[in-house]
């Protein structure tokens, strides 16, 4: 069964002290990976895709990275405005998105 | 401005009143999905819609319906609702197919009691 997990469940930074949050997939046929920012009580907002291994992509303080198994969000000296949940999706050729548990991170000023 | 709207955002019903949340985006798109959200599970997959007319089942579609009789609409329907399908909702579309930004409503919280 294809399945996308997501670790750790929970992180709490400080404020600027920069971590990383993993995707990883069991999945043949990869499309894409996405992820996502979820803040509580709202819809999911798009971040990145990534199509390749070795593909990376950035946005402020976020850098997503692909492998053939797994990917990263880097978060640099991230900030309190970067507390949210953070989803993976994956999506197989000819199959729907399939999205992962999510990691819940707060970031403590 | 381009968005998805879901109504209502919070709903508590009781067991068996059928009900529908509705969902209409304003972009076009042809591809539009509900998905529900449950604490440890993630977004899961109830059904989707390829283009008007066009339906097919996620991964957890017991219990629900939907139609597409316009581009710009998905309502979700619950024919007799029970405790199991309390959980927060979200309708997501996208232009196409495979296109890979899909844009999300706000989230409907439903309670069954």
């Known amino acids: 069964e294809d399945q996308v997990t997501q670790s750790p469940e929970a992180l709490r930074l400080q404020e600027g002290e920069s971590s990383s949050l993993n995707c990883s997939y069991t999945v043949s046929g990869l499309r894409g990976l996405f992820w996502y920012r979820q803040d509580p009580g709202k819809g999911p907002e798009f971040l990145f895709t990534?199509?390749?291994a070795g593909e990376e992509k950035e946005k402020e303080r976020l850098k997503a990275t692909l492998t053939k198994k797994e990917s990263f969000l880097h978060i640099t000296a991230p900030k309190p405005e970067d507390s949210a949940t953070y989803l993976c999706a994956v999506q197989y050729y000819g199959q729907n998105f399939v999205f992962g548990p999510g990691t819940r991170l707060s970031v403590l000023p | 401005e381009a968005q998805v709207t879901q109504n209502p955002r919070y709903l508590i019903t009781v067991t068996g009143k059928k009900l529908t949340v509705t969902c209409s985006q304003n972009?076009?798109?042809?591809?539009m999905s509900w998905y529900r959200q449950d604490p440890g599970l993630g977004l899961r997959q109830i059904y989707y819609?390829?283009?008007?007319?066009?339906?097919d089942k996620g991964d957890v579609p017991e219990g629900y319906k939907v139609s597409r009789k316009e581009k710009r609409n998905f309502p979700l329907i619950l024919e007799s609702p029970s405790p199991n399908q309390t959980s927060l909702y979200f309708c997501a579309s996208w232009p196409s197919f495979g296109d890979t930004e899909a844009f999300f409503g706000q989230g409907t919280r439903l309670t069954v009691v």
């Open positions: 972009m076009n798109h042809e591809y």
């Open positions: 990534l199509y390749s």
């Open positions: 819609s390829m283009n008007v007319e066009v339906t």
